[in-house]
Nanobody, 125 residues
């Protein structure tokens, strides 16, 4: 069973940056599709970014050019670097993982096998 623990959330002003981290325990990250999802108040959870085992990254249109997903195999951790943050990025951010690589619809939450508890990101304007 893969357990995911997120960290790095917090409050920043619009235009600022944050980096979220996710560490899957008990499982080598190289075998996983890693992803970040978010849920804003009053909205459904949505896919933000995923990174497949071959290095293929997929981003939601709303974050392209601002967010970058990456993996540190040696440290067995995944990251989401978020730049040029706006109030619309305020949400609970969840790390997620899928066994044996991403699906054909990587940003669909039902495709992911494991979930973290989330870390809150608040952007003030």
């Amino acid at each position: 069973q893969v357990q995911l623990v997120e960290s790095g959330g917090g409050s920043v002003q619009a235009g600022g940056s944050l980096r979220l981290s996710c560490a899957p325990s008990g499982y080598p990250i190289i075998s996983l599709c890693m992803g970040w999802f978010r849920q804003a108040p009053g909205k459904e959870r949505e896919g933000v970014a995923t990174l497949d085992r071959d290095g293929t990254a997929t981003y939601a249109d709303s974050v392209k050019g601002r967010f970058t997903i990456s993996i540190d195999n040696a440290g067995n951790s995944a990251y989401l670097q978020m730049n040029s943050l706006t109030a619309e990025d305020t949400a609970m951010y969840y790390c997620a993982a899928r066994n044996w690589g991403c699906s054909g619809s990587p940003l669909e939450q039902h495709e992911m096998d494991y979930w973290g508890k989330g870390t809150l990101v608040t952007i003030s304007s």
